[in-house]
C-alpha cells in the first residue's frame, strides 16, 4: 500500500491507478465560435479528483470539427496556465474568459472501447433492447435511463419493411404462379403445333391436310407470342426480386446495426449516469473514493467508449435514412410501374393471340366433314382419342382422402436428418413408394421472429439452387412412381419446441401471416398438404392457459385457407392425457382435421429412472398408479374416443424403436425395476436412450442377450449386461395391427422409415414395414373375439382377460429359401362366424421368471410373419383351430401356413394366428404374381 499513498499535503491518498492505459500530451488551438464557445464540457477536478477531464465533446462545435479532444483526455493547461489543483467550475471559466483562440494543453488517453464493453454493458444492452417500445414512465419504474429513444421511427420502420417485404413476396410468388401457368400453356402450344403440323404432313386427304397444318401453324404463333410475352415479363421478375432481394435486407440489416449500436450508446448512457450517482454518494458522505481520488480513470474510459458509441450510432442513423428515402421512393415506383408493365405484356400476348385467330381459319370453306370422304383416317382418330383421354386425365384432380381401393391409411414419416448417419444414412431413394399411402416428409420449422414456415435444412431440403440436395423435389417426385401416393410436409417436431407457435397462435396477425406462408410454401414446393406436428400446445414452454383454444383457432383458419386448394390438414398429437387435456379440443378439432397421428409411444424412456416400455399396448393388473394406468396404447386411444374422436379421424401410431436405460443392478431386470439412466447412443442414431430396429437386429445376432416377452404389453424387452431396451418387433407390430383394426380406427403411422432395417442386414429389407403393409392390405376372415370392446367410460381401462400363462406366439418355422411371398390382394369380408370355443392347445410359454440367455434374430419372438411356415400334410382327423367359408368352400386352418385358394389358381390363402388379447386366427387371400399360379404341393406361385 506504501507505493500507493502520496503525501497528506497534496490532499489526496492514493497516487494515479491508470488501469493500465497509456496516456501521451500535447497542445491544440480551438477558435471559438460565434457565442464564444469551443464546444466541450468538463468534469472531475478539486477537491475529490487530481485531475481534470473532457467530459463529451458536442457535435458540430469547434472541438468536435478539430478532432483532437476526445472524452476522457485530461486538461493539464489553459493558454500556457496550468489548471491542476482547480476545479472544473474555474477552468471552465478561465476558457469562457478567452476570446476568438484558446490553446489548451492535454493528456491524451489512449483507451481501446473493447476494454470497456464489460458484462454490465452487454446485460444493460438487454436490457434496453426490451424496453424499446414502452414510454418513459415504464423504463424509469425499470430503473432505465431517460435517455432511451422510446418508439424510434426508424426502429419502427423495420416492421414497415417487413410488411413491405410479405406484400411484394406475396406479389412476386403470384407473378410467378402465372409465369409458370404461361410456361405451360406456351409449352403447350409448341407441342399442338408439332403434333397438327406431323398429321398435317402424313394426311394422304389435301382439305384435311391443309386444316390440321393450318392449325398447328396458328399453335405454333401462339408459342411465339408467349415465348416474346415471357423475355418481356423477365426483367420486371429481375428488378422485383432485387428489390425483395437486395435492397430490403440491405436495409433491415442497416437498422438493425442502427438500433443495435442505439441500444450500446444508451448502455454507456446509463453506466455513466450510476457512476456518477456512485460519485454524488461518496460526496455527500465526505468519504474518499477510490476510483475518483486515483484520477477516475475506469469513468473517463466509459467516457470515450460513449463518445465512440454515440459515432457510430450518428453515422448510421445517417445511413438508415439516406436507405429509406430510396427505398420508399423505389417502393412506390415498383409497385406502380412494374404492376402495370406486368398487366400490359399479359394484355398485348392476349390480344395478339386473338389476331392470330381473326386471321388465320382453322377449317377451309370448302372442307365439309359430314361426307363420308372427310370422314377420320384411323391416325387421327387414334390421335383424338389419346387427345380426349388426356385431357380428361388433366381435368381429375386427386382426391387424397379416396380410399375405395384400401380403406386405411398406412401413414410413414421420414426423419430426413438421418441421411447424415455416419452408418448406413437414409436418403430420399431408400423409401419405397408402394408400402406408405402418405410420406412425411420431417420437418420443417417457424422463423421465431416473422413467424412464417420455413426450410429446416436449406442444403439437403431446398431446390432453388444447383448446389442444394432438392430433398423436396426428390421426395415429391415418389408420386411419379406411385401416382396414388400422397406427400406432406410436417411442422414443427420435439426440438422444434413449443415457444414460438406459442406466440405465433396468440397472435391473429402472426397467424394469418403464417398461414400465407405455409400457402406459399405448398405450392412453390408441391406438397400435398401440412402435417401440423406442435409438441405441444400448453406444455414446454407454451402457454397452459391459452394454447388450447389458440391451437384451435389456428387449426380452424388453416382449414378455412386450406379448402380451395384441396390441401390435405392433418396433426401429429400426444399420447399422455395430461397433455391431451391441456392441448386439445378434440371434439372440435375432428371437425377440422383430415385425421390425428396419435403418437402412441415414448410412454416411458431414459428420462425416468425405472425400466418401461416404450408402447405397452395395455397396462399390467398389478399398475395401479396413475402413471401406468394412463400410460398405454390401450388407454390412449380409447380416451381420445371418448372426448369427442371418431374412428375414421384416428390413426394409431407403431414405432420402430424402442427406449433404452443403462442398467443399475443386474439382478434387477423386470419391468419398473430401478435404472442407471439413458443407455450410450446407437451406433447409427448417435441418440442417447434410444436404439431403433436396425441398430437392434444387429447388436441381437453379434451379442448374447435375453429377451422377455410381456403378456400384457404384449410387446418384447431386452437385455444384456450393460443394456436394458423395450422395443417392438415382427410379433408386437402385429399385435398393435391386430388391436388398431378391431378397433376400427382408419389407419397405422409409422414413427419412422429410417429405423426399419432398410438395409436388409438381418434377412429381408423393411421388415417392419412390409409387416405393416401386408397387415393392413391383407383379407382377414373373422377374428374371434375374446371380450368386447365397450367404448371407455369414466376412467375404465380395456384389460386383456387373465390367463394362467403369458400370451406368445407360436414358434416360427423356417421356409424354404427359394419361397417368396406374392403380392397380397385387396380384402372381402367373412361369411360366417367361427366356433366361439378356444383352440385346443396353447401357445408355447415363456417363464414369468428371468430367462435363460439367448441369441435371437431380429424377429424373435413373433406372432407370425408375411411368410408363415408352409403346410406339408392334409389334416383329416385332427380338429382344426379355425374354419371359416371363402366362395361357399369350408377353408380349414390347423395351423400356420399355406392353403390352396378354392376356386382361384392365381390365388392362395395364409392361415396366421395372432397374439393379442383380442386377437385369433386370421386368413389372408393373397395374388400369385402375375404370369404365375399357386402350386399346391410345392407351396409357391409358378410360371403359368
Known sequence: MSDMLMEEEDGYLYDEDKMGMRVSSGLVKIKKDDGNLIGISIGGGAPNCPCLYVVQVFENTPAAKDGTLEAGDEIISVDGKCVKGSTKVEVARMIQSIKDEVTIGY??????????????????????????????????????????????????????????????????????????????????????????????????????????????????????????????????????????????????????????????????????????????????LQEPFYRVETGNYEYRLILRCRQEARKRFAALRSDVLVKLELLDQKHVHNIATHITKFISSLSSFISNCHQHLEVNCFVPFELDLSKKIMKMKTTFALFCICFCIGLLNAATKRDHNDYSKNPMRIVCYVGTWSVYHKVDPYTIEDIDPFKCTHLMYGFAKIDEYKYTIQVFDPYQDDNHNSWEKRGYERFNNLRLKNPELTTMISLGGWYEGSEKYSDMAANPTYRQQFIQSVLDFLQEYKFDGLDLDWEYPGSRLGNPKIDKQNYLALVRELKDAFEPHGYLLTAAVSPGKDKIDRAYDIKELNKLFDWMNVMTYDYHGGWENFYGHNAPLYKRPDETDELHTYFNVNYTMHYYLNNGATRDKLVMGVPFYGRAW??????????????????????????????????????????????????????????????????????????????????????????????????????????????????????????????????????????????????????????????????????????????????????????????????????????????????????????????????????????????????????????EYIATPNGGWWVHIMDCPKGTRWHATLKNCIQE
Open 107 to 284: 493528456n491524451k488517453l489512449h483507451a481501446d472501447p473493447k476494454q470497456g464493453k464489460t458484462l454490465d454493458i452487454i446485460l444493460k444492452k438487454l436490457k434496453h433492447k426490451m424496453v424499446d417500445n414502452m414510454d418513459s414512465a415504464t423504463a424509469d419504474a425499470l430503473g432505465l435511463s431517460r435517455a432511451i429513444l422510446c418508439n424510434d421511427s426508424l426502429v419502427k420502420k423495420l416492421q414497415e419493411l417487413d410488411r413491405n417485404e410479405f406484400i411484394f413476396k406475396g406479389l412476386i410468388t403470384h407473378m410467378n404462379y402465372v409465369i409458370r401457368s404461361y410456361m405451360d400453356i406456351v409449352s403447350t402450344y409448341k407441342d399442338f403445333g408439332d403434333v397438327f403440323n406431323e398429321i398435317g404432313a402424313h394426311e394422304p386427304q389435301t382439305d384435311a391436310s391443309l386444316a390440321f397444318t393450318n392449325f398447328g401453324n396458328v399453335h405454333r404463333s401462339f408459342e411465339k407470342e408467349g415465348t416474346k410475352m415471357l423475355k418481356d415479363l423477365k426483367p420486371i421478375l429481375s428488378d422485383l426480386n432485387t428489390y425483395l432481394n437486395k435492397a430490403i435486407p440491405d436495409t433491415q440489416l442497416t437498422i438493425k446495426k442502427y438500433a443495435d449500436a442505439k441500444f450500446e450508446y444508451l448502455s454507456y448512457c446509463l453506466k455513466v449516469k450510476e457512476m456518477d450517482d456512485e460519485e454524488y454518494t461518496y460526496q455527500a
Open 662 to 911: 443403462s442398467i443399475e443392478d443386474r439382478s434387477k431386470l423386470k419391468l419398473g425395476d430401478p435404472a442407471k439412466g439413458m443407455s450410450p447412443p446407437g451406433f447409427i442414431s448417435g441418440e442417447e436412450g434410444v436404439l431403433s430396429y436396425i441398430e437392434l437386429c444387429q447388436l441381437f445376432q453379434k451379442e448374447e442377450w435375453h429377451i422377455q416377452y410381456d403378456e400384457y404389453y404384449n410387446a418384447p424387452y431386452g437385455y444384456n449386461d450393460k443394456i436394458w431396451v423395450g422395443y417392438d418387433d415382427l410379433a408386437s407390430i402385429s399385435c398393435k395391427l391386430a388391436f388398431l383394426k378391431e378397433l376400427g380406427v382408419s389407419g397405422v403411422m409409422v414413427w419412422s422409415l429410417e429405423n426399419d432395417d432398410f438395409k436388409g442386414h438381418c434377412g429381408p429389407k423393411n421388415p417392419l414395414l412390409n409387416k405393416v403393409h401386408n397387415m393392413i392390405n391383407a383379407q382377414r376372415h373373422q377374428l374371434q373375439r375374446r371380450h368386447p370392446q365397450p367404448r371407455l367410460q369414466h376412467q375404465q381401462l380395456l384389460l386383456p382377460p387373465p390367463r394362467q400363462q403369458p400370451l406368445l406366439p407360436p414358434p416360427r418355422q423356417q421356409l424354404p429359401t427359394t419361397q417368396q411371398l406374392p403380392k397380397r390382394n385387396s380384402p372381402t369380408t367373412p361369411t360366417t362366424t367361427p366356433s366361439p370355443t378356444t383352440p385346443t392347445t396353447t401357445p408355447p410359454t415363456t417363464p414369468t421368471t428371468t430367462p435363460s440367455p439367448t441369441t435371437p434374430t431380429p424377429t424373435t419372438p413373433t406372432p407370425t410373419t408375411s411368410t408363415p411356415s408352409p403346410t406339408t400334410t392334409e389334416h383329416t382327423s385332427e380338429t382344426p383351430k379355425y374354419t371359416t367359408y371363402i366362395d361357399g368352400h369350408l377353408i380349414k386352418c390347423y395351423k400356420q401356413g399355406y392353403l390352396p385358394h378354392p376356386t382361384d389358381v392365381h390365388k392362395y390363402l395364409v392361415c
